[in-house]
């Protein structure tokens, strides 16, 4: 966390290593980091290589870059991503996505697990990320703007692209994959919710919580590059059903719908210029 904040020195090192520049960039959540293994033709770079690069330390996170092909598309894959809960500031979980933009990445596919808490969600659910909720108090964009990423106040209306969303619900209908939409609330961890913060979630008009994924899309959004979200709902959110919530039940829903993931994952970027 104490590395120099340099994009460009952490981009260039990733240019001169991988044989292709991406256009598209996935960032894998826990227990997902599998898809990163069907990439093909790979560069794979640890985290801990690049100038700049934090280190994730969170279960699930293999923290490497993975560069290659998936899907006849030139992608790089983050293995891994860098939490509030694990102590990293928001420049931190800022910095990789300033790298990809660097890099010329013009679409991130993030991705993550999340608890449900819409009561018509079951675990193994996907759900299309529409919009999300901020309930952490904190926001990439704070302090000083750097008017060549973007503007000083966003606008956040548009930041889950509707087309790719629109993929992604065709991918899933037409491959009959039990697939939901819905707003994300972002909350900080490490602990899980308790029932009485997750029935103010719901009433708040949330339908799946998680300790991830808005800051990158925020990050991202601010400097122009397209953001998907999709969630593996891995549980059901705190008090809904009459047990507690465990890291190991989320681990076990998202290995069991690894090929799932896979497929709508795959299915969106086999049709990522549709209707551009
Ligand atoms: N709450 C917060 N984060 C999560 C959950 C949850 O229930 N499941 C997976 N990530």
């Given at each position: 966390m104490e590395k120099t904040r340099n994009v460009k020195a952490a981009a260039d090192y990733v240019r001169a290593r991988a044989k292709r520049v991406p256009s598209i960039a996935l960032m894998l959540g826990s227990g997902l980091g599998g898809l990163a293994k069907e990439v093909q033709d790979t560069v794979c770079i640890p985290?801990?290589?690049?100038?700049g690069f934090p280190v994730s330390t969170a279960p699930g996170h293999a923290g490497v870059l993975t560069a290659g092909r998936l899907q006849d598309r030139d992608v790089i894959v983050m293995g891994g991503r860098f939490h509030h809960y694990e102590g990293y500031g928001m420049e931190d979980i800022a910095f990789p996505v300033r790298v990809m933009r660097d890099l010329g990445v013009e679409t991130l596919i993030l991705t993550n697990a999340a608890g449900g808490v819409n009561t018509s969600f079951k675990p193994g659910d996907l759900m299309v990320i529409t919009d999300h909720i901020?309930?952490?108090?904190?926001?990439?964009?704070?302090?000083?703007?750097?008017e060549s990423l973007g503007p000083r106040f966003p606008d956040?209306?548009?930041?889950?692209d509707k087309r790719l969303n629109g993929i992604l619900r065709k991918v899933a209908e037409e491959r009959s994959i039990d697939c939901r939409s819905g707003v994300y609330a972002w909350m900080t961890g490490p602990s899980f919710e308790t029932p009485a913060e997750i029935r103010m979630l719901r009433v708040l008009g949330a339908d799946a919580v998680g300790m991830s994924t808005v800051p990158e899309a925020i990050t991202a959004h601010h400097c122009g590059i397209r953001v998907a979200g999709v969630s593996c709902i891995s549980n059901m959110a705190a008090g809904v059903l009459d047990q507690p919530v465990t890291e190991e039940e989320v681990f076990e829903i998202t290995q069991r719908v690894k090929g799932s993931f896979s497929a709508l994952i795959r299915g969106l970027l086999e049709r990522i210029d549709e209707g551009r």
């Open positions: 985290y801990g290589d690049i100038p901020n309930m952490t108090g904190q926001n990439p964009l704070r302090g000083a703007n750097d956040m209306g548009g930041l889950y």
